[in-house]
């Protein structure tokens, strides 16, 4: 029997999530010839996403248009996801490891007592069997697990390590709708609150600006953010940062926050405990901007500058606009 | 109200990893409270003071994890439930965890049940949705406000930094998200009475279980550590000549921007 993949596709603001796109690749490199089935849930036409998962190199997708997938519950994508794995039979599932990701796979492996590997970050094959690469201890240390006894390959991956296959509009595949029978959902959503200044999410940043308890006030973020949106990228914070209210704690990286894997991340301000690094030491490129000379964030920095933030920031913002 | 609060142990997050034998090495690790099973363990205090009721933690572990149950039964919790499966299991994955709590909560009345959004060590972030599947009751993951109004929770869910208000009835399992609360510290007079709370200490066997039932879905076939980053380069010079300077090479070595 040859394999069939289903992937879970995720839209943000109407628009798929990059690590869905990913999710595909990795489909992919679990197995190679594998029928990769994109799965797009919603409420209304996802045909334009659907499309978007094969050009990115989804074989064929299924639409589900329920108007309890209008927003996301676990109960109503559980159930989706569930009825469409009983009808395809696939011999693996994958997701990003997002709020959705977190929180739907686990209910659905719970419900039909299946393994699966959380937050996977490399695939590589030994013989037959799939092995998925993925941090503990925030990073600390590493582990390489595999799904026993052929059971069916089940992953969430880390937004931002599995590189996407390139767009091909040239690709096409066949597009259906199926209708899902979704339940009576038990929790009931009142609201959303958009707290995030711009859309971009830090896991899924290629460019972080974090601040520390060096940037010393809410004020003091401001160059940051300022540098962010002219990069295009996300402010993050250490742990003192959130802890003195510099900032929300949904920006704090780190063994008790995100752990984030950026291609540049640059430090303002952080001391650089060894609690923080776990949450960002695996970024690509790391530049530290700190005053104090001795500081640990000079110990794992590519590019360091010893200096006064509120000096050096203003120059790079500029340095920065005249690059563009 | 019957709340129960899942609770385990993890590494200080000072500690340093350190590899033998494929094994971490945890004979020198100072163990805590997973930190943000203790946003589970305040919460559950503050709920159980607002609106009566018992607080019982329960932990999967060894004989060494009675320490941590104490810490929470000196924070306030009322009983405490250690499943020691250190004769028992070698290896065990969140299939094996789940299993084991299911059997547990079979014979429970239970309104609320709570849990770290994710453990540090880990950090799978999969029992909590895990057992509420099995229990067939309703689950919020990464709270960052819990208000209980007779039968219905009113949640504030965190999302990736956005925050979602939801509406759900008991019995429930929430996991928690920091931000939701501060845990308090344990008081001298706390630590005397925890010494004196139930604990009951179980075995797989107590809860009807053997090895196969519980056997792992998944296996660990490697541990190692992440190369060691090496120091780069401090700039020298004036301050805009080295902000010149870095975004030269961010630009053109590290080609980053």
Redesign the interface.
Known sequence: MSDKILVVGEVADGELRNVSFEAIAAAKEISADAEVVALLLGDGDLNGQAEAMIHHGADRALTVSHENLKEYTSEGYGQAVMEVMEDEEPTGVVMGHTSIGKDVTPKIAGRLELGLISDAIEIEKDGDQVVFTRPIYSGKAFEKKVIKDDGLIFVTIRPNNIAMLEKDESRSGDISAKEVDIKDLRTVIKEIIRKKTDGIDMSEANIVIAGGRGVKSEEGFKSLYELADLLGGAVGASRGACDAEYCDYSLQIGQTGKVITPDLYIAVGISGAIQHLAGMSSSKVIVAINSDEDANIFNIADYGIVGDLFEVMPLLVEEIKQLQ | MNIYVLLKKT?D??D??V?SDGQ?EDDSAEFIIN??DEYAVEEAIVQRDKHGGNVTVVTIGDEDSEKQLRTALAMGADDAVLINTEDDLEEG???TT?KILEAFFEDKEVDLILAGNVA???????????????LDI?????IVDLEIDGKTAKIDK????????????LPLLVTCQ??LNEPRYTSLPGIMKAKKKPLEELEIDDLDLDEDDVE???????????PE?Q?????EGD??D???E??D???NE?K??
């Open positions: 590494f997050t000072e340093k990893i590899i971490i930190p943000y994955d969140q299939f789940t540090i060590d880990e950090a799978s972030g999969q029992v909590g949705p895990r057992l509420a599947e099995r309703p689950f919020v993951t990464t965190d999302i990736e930094g956005d925050v979602e208000k939801l509406e759900v009835d920091q931000g792992a879905k998944t296996e660990t076939v490697d541990i190692f550590l992440p980053k120091a780069g380069r401090v700039l301050v805009a080295q902000v010149k870095l975004v090479l961010l630009k590290a980053v921007l």
